[in-house]
């Protein structure tokens, strides 16, 4: 689910509804029709509700799907503090981007395909999840101040975003409660902007290793 716009063809299940033609077809193969049409009607929205923005502003963490243009996938996590997605509107939020790999996946694919999809999902207390899609696009630092002058400064000269990315509303929804896991949160020790691979979690999936066992001796 995708675009609140109504996609489809003419004669094809779901014609007329949120939705791409993917998506129903499924849901008249498997019996769900009825269902989805109610959620449709009950809880997708193509803009902020109070309560969302409100659940937004206090969430600490973020999952960010992009694709590029040949619609090859990436998703990515963002995390901060309270409020570091900031909710400029009811069809308007943003997200820092913060130093990291260098690899710059997520930006890169936005310069080559806005679709955005944006998870926000809450482990320790209401246990419920929230969908926000939209379109994306690029500022730096200064466009984003002219935007949200009141920007907090940041608690770490690590955590000073690089860039920013602005998402333009396109639908919300929400994610059920029933499989979320409760956690508990702990403090722990954080080294911002540190490029010390043990600080950064190393070779914890073992892919170095893999490739220096496999390189031709010197």
Known sequence: MMAMHHRGLPGLPG???????????????????SRAEAFYADQL???????????ISRM????????DASGDCDCSFRAGPPGFVRV??????????YRGNGVKASLGNILENPHIGMFFID?????????????????????MLKIDPGLPEPDAPGRRPEHW???K?????IHCSKHIPKLV???????????????????YFGVRRRAHRGAPAA
């Open 15 to 33: 014609y007329g509804l949120p939705g791409s033609d993917g998506e129903h077809i499924v849901q008249e193969c498997t019996g769900t029709a």
């Open 45 to 55: 929205t193509d803009q902020l509700t109070d309560e969302m923005q409100k659940f």
């Open 60 to 67: 600490q963490m973020a999952f960010i799907s992009t694709a």
């Open 88 to 97: 400029l509107s009811d069809r308007t939020v943003a997200y820092p981007e």
């Open 123 to 143: 482990f320790t207390e209401d246990l419920i999840g929230l969908h926000v899609n939209g379109w994306a696009r690029i500022l730096d630092t200064g466009a």
């Open 165 to 167: 990315v602005l998402t």
């Open 169 to 173: 509303v396109v639908e919300a929804y």
């Open 185 to 203: 949160p702990e403090s722990r020790v954080r080294h911002w902007g540190t490029d010390n691979p043990r600080h950064k979690g190393g070779d």
